[in-house]
């Protein structure tokens, strides 16, 4: 009997132990997404969870589209359509949506993701990452998966983009009804009409 209450005991205090610190968390954070970045020690835990979440297989999948100007071209206009309003158009996550999520969209260019396998970057496209503002972009169609890949490439090279490269980013991502109306407003008043009302901070 004896060796079934102990081990039960420790299941309990270990559950109990959980529960209280996910309280305090709750209770502290408010679970605001306009919290400060994650601490140190939650980030790690946060980085090693996903790493035990991804299939090994996943990880260790090699990018089977070659790397060329047409692949780079592929994933610039790709990571434009879907990623830059996030993660803005020099990967740097530098914008209202990048700043207001928890954690904050993260910069790319740096070491955190590149050091990241290439079938760890297309399993984090293609499947998301739950309780972030990662969406799954996965199609299940070998177009969505050949796009994926052409993304991939385009992380790579976010260290190195030129400021033209990140000119055409911006000229490709769409643009927001807010950004839609300033600029309608804009051509409004240069025709005559009242002056646009100044854009509002968020």
């Known amino acids: 009997?004896?060796?079934?209450?102990?081990?039960?005991l420790v299941?309990?205090?270990?559950?109990?132990?959980?529960?209280?610190?996910?309280?305090?968390?709750v209770r502290t954070t408010g679970l605001t997404a306009r919290?400060?970045?994650?601490?140190?020690?939650e980030a790690r835990v946060s980085r090693a969870a996903r790493s035990l979440a991804i299939p090994r297989?996943?990880?260790?999948?090699?990018?089977?589209?070659?790397?060329?100007?047409?692949?780079l071209a592929g994933g610039l206009a790709h990571y434009a359509d879907h990623?830059?309003?996030c993660h803005a158009s020099d990967g740097s996550g530098n914008t209202p949506l990048g700043r207001g999520t928890?954690?904050?969209?993260p910069d790319m260019r740096q070491e955190p993701t590149q050091r990241l396998s290439d079938g760890e970057i297309f399993y984090i496209i293609?499947?998301?990452?739950?309780?972030?503002?990662?969406?799954?972009?996965?199609?299940g169609t070998s177009e969505g998966?050949?796009?994926?890949?052409?993304?991939?490439?385009?992380?790579?090279h976010l260290p190195r983009m030129t400021e033209d490269e990140i000119a055409r980013v911006e000229a490709l991502t769409p643009r927001s009804p807010e950004e839609i109306r300033q600029e309608i407003e804009a051509e409004r008043f240069l025709e005559g009409g009242d002056p646009p009302p100044p854009a509002h901070e968020h």
Not at 1 to 8: E, G
Not at 126 to 139: D, L
């Open 1 to 8: 009997m004896k060796r079934i209450v102990r081990p039960l």
């Open 11 to 25: 299941v309990v205090a270990t559950m109990a132990v959980v529960a209280m610190a996910a309280l305090v968390y």
């Open 35 to 41: 919290s400060s970045e994650p601490g140190s020690l």
């Open 57 to 71: 297989e996943a990880r260790q999948r090699m990018n089977p589209i070659s790397p060329s100007p047409e692949a």
């Open 83 to 85: 990623c830059a309003v």
């Open 102 to 105: 928890f954690p904050r969209a």
């Open 126 to 139: 293609e499947e998301g990452i739950r309780f972030t503002a990662m969406p799954g972009w996965g199609t």
């Open 145 to 156: 998966a050949e796009a994926s890949w052409h993304l991939v490439h385009f992380i790579r």
